[in-house]
């Protein structure tokens, strides 16, 4: 087996592993690694169930000039209409023709589904007294008035069917959702077709092909339109985000991987300069990948975003008890059976305590982290048992193979000056305190965004969506949910009274209710008579709309909503409720009303006059109310995991304490490995206080592991100085060798996951890795002096 | 209406064959004709145009034509628009806001200015650009046509005002290149004519002409 060239072993074993990571499924919902009992992550969650569409992507075009936007949007529209087998459906803003076309199906449904009390001044307007009047009126206002937007409206609805009464409500003024202000930015959704979305592999595949189509698009246009201004497609919404975050954590975990594999293999070369062990060692990490990711994806189905570091972390971890297996092997020249006897039990204690804190994550309030704990935790358990009954033979065959062979010597862990380790004892402390002072005090991130992504176009596009379209950066959509429609309206109106008295707190700048556009059985009911009597005045209607001079088109909208009224009456003979006829009238209503699994839902807006706070959550929410604010779902979790802290941080760091005197069983000791996670965390604090880098509620949940890692190596080298009486220089040739190979894997697998696409993953890793390298230079540079100090031992 | 525009234009369905853009790019229009007409209207501080308006409308089955006077004053940045003599509709500018009397109702309406979009109004109400600066920032030139007497120079106002509007085509004068006229297609295949009939540049503008009494009117919505 030794004789085989180590580029083939790692190759297949590669292959494996690679074909494992192929087969793992990520969950590319990014909320679900969130507490899912804040209102936050249930609206983000509900408004995805009801109101999202997987295979919705939506498209937007900026350009210098309000027309040059619209011509292009019209022409990409037309593009990508022009490819059925990708394209079901696309929607954009209607032109007024198309409007007043398609507008009256929907004026008809809001008529028939109003309070009673609306409907007698429709009932005036229509009456044959009234009738006469107001299109006389309208065809004076054609002629004589203002010649702007109002009065081509009026044009076409010269009896006035679309003055509703306010039964929008005040929130229905809000900014035009598919056009900016000044028209140079448009939004048009495009339907997808022909795959699977949600499947996020699938989506990526769609994803692609439109993507080829737009650029292929954008070519010519920019081609034809050389005089124009730049103009930028976005693609953004559900398949874009999909596909992307997907791909990502996919490309991340190969990445984290492999470089933590090179990373770990240079280290080894450091040290040991040997090459054949190095391909079983990273074969054998390879297979516990491999039996984990299997295992991982059989007990927890997709992967979270969270999950995709779990690898570098296990490989930084489990190549640990390999280097041990074989150095074991290297010195006492045991046989396999022998080695498990000799280290077998400290590596799996070690595997033990390892992944009773990676477990620890369960106490957390991120089902993400919980995950990514538990797949470490298992994967630490498995590499114990590879490496004990896999790579323990392997190590034992190659160290006898090169028996012979001239010992290659050791790099050798250079000892710091006392004086040295004594000021940075002194001084780090200090110069944390003072920075405190003068510049931070630790405090979580306020802005910490936990679903931002690097580099994610999809994400850009979206953002510069709710830039563009103004009003909408603050507007939070709001998910009301209930058994049937009746106590779905019962709910709205007691949401409508929240909301006005969070309006009058100066809590909500507004809100908009979707109370009209939620179809109401009783209403339709009682109104059914009315409407019918104005059926009845159909053909005098249109007869006097003509003989005022209006034209056929002058006329469509009030024909429309006839013929929509005739069809909105038949459905109520038979069904509970009428729903409205058309396809414009069917998407705006589907926009805002839901029916799904037995549960009907409405989609509201409010906007908080401050989003990050969450006075506004409290004021508005139940457990049939939820709203989802990214806004203040940063401080929800800032709170929640600042809770964590003080319910399960400190009383672990109790424990801890009572567990390190029972080990030392003297105060000297304790203090000493209790001044090390106090060094550790006064670096940490330095970083995140002079550096760019900051605490979010992702990378404080490290705290457990670099506090767990830092007493683990404190103790060792506490133990190994007991043994030696204090003396330096043996306790930094045995342990401290193995402590710098231990803390540097470590570091390298956490480290490699600060290229993570997520922010929350890669400050998570570059936290540890930090937190782990200081643990490390405390424990084998400064520590063995403290000790000296402390125990008064003179050289 | 606006509101339900606004709420719904989300919603609203394309047609499933769109038209093709709408302009043939063609060469750089020929701008000369853009110059000697802006040269007309330096020193220009005052204008009182008389003009014959023609609208059509795809919803109204026959053109209407009627005559109207706009004043404008450049330099306090006012306007007076009205239709018929007497007048029957009178608009003039009220600071952010215009006020639109209508005279045989006895009731007038104080709106935004540019709410809802005022494709030719607004356009006109605003003056007329002086320099080639100030044009470029309004317009953009599809095409200049020379026609027998007259030169088109068809734009696309830029921003707000060029929103539903196809076309905004001046009308000068082959041979001196005054401003005859001015043409504006909409979307929706309505269009506005006005010609002028005469145009009196610099003119002393009557006191009271931008404040007009609203006593005895009611305010509406129209």
């Known amino acids: ?795 | 209406m606006a509101n339900l525009l606004r709420l719904l234009s989300g919603a609203l369905l394309l047609a499933s064959v769109l038209s093709p853009p709408i302009f043939a790019q063609s060469s750089s229009p020929d701008m000369s004709v853009v110059d000697r007409w802006l040269a007309t209207n330096t020193g220009v501080s005052t204008l009182r145009i008389d003009f014959t308006q023609t609208r059509r409308m795809k919803s109204v089955k026959v053109p209407v034509r009627q005559e109207g006077t706009l004043w404008l004053d450049y330099q306090n940045r006012q306007f007076r628009w009205q239709l018929g003599d007497p007048a029957q509709t009178i608009v003039v500018s009220l600071g952010q806001n215009v006020l639109i009397i209508r005279n045989p109702m006895k009731r007038y309406e104080i709106r935004q200015a540019g709410s809802g979009g005022t494709p030719g109004m607004a356009a006109m109400a605003n003056g007329f650009p002086r320099t080639l600066q100030e044009f470029q920032q309004r317009y953009r030139v599809i095409e200049t046509r020379p026609e027998a007497n007259t030169s088109r120079i068809v734009t696309r106002p830029l921003g707000v005002a060029g929103r539903g509007v196809e076309t905004f085509t001046f009308v000068v004068d082959a041979s001196h290149f005054r401003l005859l006229g001015i043409e504006i297609d909409l979307e929706d295949g309505s269009s506005l004519d006005t010609v002028f009939r005469r145009v009196e540049p610099n003119i002393d503008l009557p006191k009271g002409l931008f404040q007009p009494s609203v006593d005895g009117y009611t305010e509406t919505k129209f």
């Open chain 1, 1 to 795: 087996m030794t004789r085989i060239p180590p580029i083939l072993v790692i190759t297949f074993f590669g292959a494996i592993a690679a074909f494992c990571v192929l087969r793992v499924h990520f969950n590319a919902v990014l909320y679900e690694m969130l507490p899912q009992d804040l209102p936050e992550v249930q609206g983000m969650d509900r408004l995805n169930r009801y109101f999202s569409r997987d295979g919705q992507l939506i498209v937007t075009v900026k350009a210098k000039e309000a027309f040059e936007a619209e011509e292009a949007m019209n022409a990409l529209a037309g593009h990508l209409t022009g490819h059925p087998e990708l394209v079901a459906e696309v929607f954009r803003e209607l032109t007024l023709t198309e409007l007043v076309t398609e507008g009256g199906e929907l004026l008809a449904w809001l008529w028939l589904n109003a309070p009673e009390e609306k409907l007698p001044p429709l009932g005036e307007r229509l009456s044959s007294a009234g009738s006469k009047k107001e299109i006389t009126a309208a065809m004076e206002a054609v002629q004589g008035g203002f010649f702007d937007q109002e009065t081509v409206i009026r044009s076409y609805d010269p009896l006035g069917l679309s003055r509703l009464g306010g039964l929008l409500g005040d929130g229905a003024s809000g900014p035009d959702p598919m056009s900016s202000g000044d028209g140079t930015f448009r939004v048009m959704y495009v339907e997808g077709k022909g795959v699977d979305f949600s499947d996020y592999r699938d989506a990526a595949k769609w994803l692609d092909q439109v993507k080829e189509i737009v650029a292929a698009w954008e070519r010519e246009w920019k081609a034809g339109h050389a005089d124009d201004g730049a103009l930028i497609v976005g693609l953004t919404g559900t398949p874009a985000f999909m596909a992307e975050v997907g791909a990502r954590m996919e490309f991340d975990m190969t990445l984290s991987v492999v470089s933590t594999m090179l990373l770990i293999s240079l280290l080894f070369w450091w040290m040991h300069r040997q090459t054949k062990p190095l391909s079983w060692l990273i074969s054998a990490m390879l297979v516990i990948l491999s039996i984990t990711l299997t295992i991982g994806g059989f007990l927890f189905g997709d992967l979270s975003v969270m999950s995709a570091g779990f690898a570098a972390i296990l490989m930084g971890l489990a190549v640990d008890y390999g280097i041990v297996l074989y150095r074991e092997a290297y010195d006492s020249g045991e046989d396999a059976k022998g080695l498990r006897r000799s280290v077998g039990p400290g590596i799996l204690w070690a595997a033990a305590t390892t992944a009773a804190v990676f477990l620890s994550l369960n106490l957390s309030s991120l089902p993400g982290l919980s995950e990514m704990g538990n797949l470490v935790a298992i994967g630490v358990g498995i590499g114990a048992l590879v490496m004990l009954y896999g790579f323990a033979p392997v190590a034992v065959s190659f160290v006898r193979e090169t028996a012979n062979k001239p010992v290659v010597p050791l790099p050798v862990v250079r000892p710091s000056g006392a004086r040295a380790a004594l000021i940075a004892a002194v001084a780090v402390p200090i110069l944390t305190l003072a920075s405190m002072w003068l510049k931070e005090m630790p405090a979580l991130e306020v802005n910490f965004h936990p679903f931002r992504i690097r580099e994610s176009p999809s994400m850009v596009a979206w953002q510069t969506l709710q830039h563009e379209l103004s009003g909408r950066e603050k507007a939070v959509p709001t998910v009301i949910t209930a058994r049937d429609l009746g106590e779905l309206h019962e709910r709205l109106e007691t949401a409508g009274e929240r909301i006005a008295r969070a309006e009058e707190s100066g809590l909500l700048e507004e809100a908009m209710l979707p109370t009209i556009f939620i179809p109401d059985p009783v209403r339709q009911r009682a109104n059914a008579p009315v409407v019918r009597a104005w059926l009845s005045e159909k053909e005098r209607l249109l007869r006097e709309i003509g003989e005022a001079g209006f034209s056929e088109e002058g006329a469509a909208l009030t024909a429309t909503a006839f013929s929509a009224w005739e069809h909105c009456l038949a459905q109520l003979d038979t069904a509970e409720y009428a729903r409205p006829e058309g396809k414009l009238a069917n998407w705006s209503v589907d926009r805002l009303f839901a029916e799904k699994d037995g549960v009907y839902a409405a989609l509201a807006t409010v906007k908080p006059v401050e989003p990050r706070d969450r006075t506004w959550v409290a004021a508005i929410c139940d457990d049939n109310l939820v709203v989802a604010s990214l806004g203040s779902l940063g401080t929800a979790l800032n709170e929640r995991i600042g809770g964590d802290l003080v319910r399960v941080f400190l009383p672990m760091l109790g424990i801890l304490t009572l567990m390190l005197a029972l080990v030392f069983r003297s105060w000297r000791d304790v203090v000493l490995n209790l001044f090390c996670l106090l060094f550790a965390a006064s670096i940490l604090i330095l970083a995140t206080t002079w550096t760019p880098m900051s605490w979010n509620s992702f990378n404080v949940c490290g705290l457990p592991l670099i506090f767990g890692t830092g007493l683990d190596y404190g103790i060792h080298m506490i133990l190994a100085l007991r043994r030696n009486g204090g003396e330096v220089a043996l306790a930094r040739t045995g342990i401290g060798r193995a402590l710098l190979f231990c803390g540097g894997s470590s570091a390298i697998g956490f480290g490699s996951l600060a290229l993570a696409s997520a922010y929350g993953l890669a400050s998570l890793g570059l936290v540890c890795a930090i937190g782990i390298l200081a643990n490390m230079v405390a424990a084998v540079w400064l520590l063995p002096h403290w000790y000296r100090w402390l125990h008064r031992i003179r050289l």
